[in-house]
């Protein structure tokens, strides 16, 4: 990921729905969606989104975080890759606040399922492309 470089980051929206009551049994669900605004030509900002919700009963429990990111960007990479390591470098971020925030309010802790970005479709690498390496300007 050194393709780019985390600056600063923060948590833009939280929303947190804990209406459980007793014993409950939950079937957790995960949406996480990630785009990148190009600012300068090496500047952007990834803005990543997780939500995690009961699959049969999502107003008894959900968690919506929008994580925006700031990143330096070396000089010709190519928009996909960007796009995953930007991904790559906030979703830890997210994933950590979503635990943090649950475990605080008294249930266990909620873990985000990890996504393998690069296994999706849209960001599969099929193409014989080159990944930029640190020294390349």
Known sequence: MANVQM???KVRELVFHNKIQGKVQLKLSNKV?????????DLCEGTMTVEVFDKEQPDVLSVKITVVGLFQIKKQVEKEFIHVD????LFPFAKAIVATVSANAGIQPIMVQDVDIES?????????????????Q
């Open 7 to 9: 600056k600063a980051y």
């Open 120 to 136: 999706q479709e849209i960001y599969r690498f099929d193409l014989p492309k080159r990944r930029p390496k640190e020294d390349d």
């Open 33 to 41: 969606s990630h785009n990148v605004r190009y600012m300068q030509p």
């Open 86 to 89: 930007t991904f790559k470098e």
